[in-house]
């Protein structure tokens, strides 16, 4: 069985920093994506890694203050978020994709986590 658990999520004040987590089980996974959606909006990309090369890719609003990385030893995936903003606030969602092409689309992506919610207060 498949599971993506997500932790790390809360409440900060713009310009701090937090760090989600999305551990994974049940099988192997090409890529891990990090994906948030704020209320009223589409699911948005925020980043994907590869899990053999830890190549990475951001989205633009994103670039240059999150970071992605994994552990492969304990099989989870980090979102590094630093700078934050009020317009990061959403629901985070961590995503596997099994086939070995990268991709920004959620319909891409076969495994979903049940989301964190990440808050940043002006």
């Known amino acids: 069985q498949v599971q993506l658990v997500e932790s790390g999520g809360g409440l900060v004040q713009a310009g701090e920093s937090l760090r989600l987590s999305c551990a994974a089980s049940?099988?192997?996974?090409?890529?891990m994506g990090w994906f948030r959606q704020a209320p009223g909006k589409e699911r948005e990309f925020v980043g994907t890694i590869s899990w053999r090369g830890g190549t990475t890719s951001y989205a633009d609003s994103v670039k240059g203050r999150f970071t992605i990385s994994r552990d492969n030893a304990k099989n989870t995936v980090y979102l590094q978020m630093n700078s934050l903003k009020p317009e990061d606030t959403a629901v985070y969602y961590c995503a596997a994709r099994t086939r070995m092409v990268v991709s920004t689309t959620p319909g891409s992506f076969d495994y979903w986590g049940q989301g964190t919610q990440v808050t940043v207060s002006a």
């Open positions: 049940g099988r192997t996974f090409s890529y």
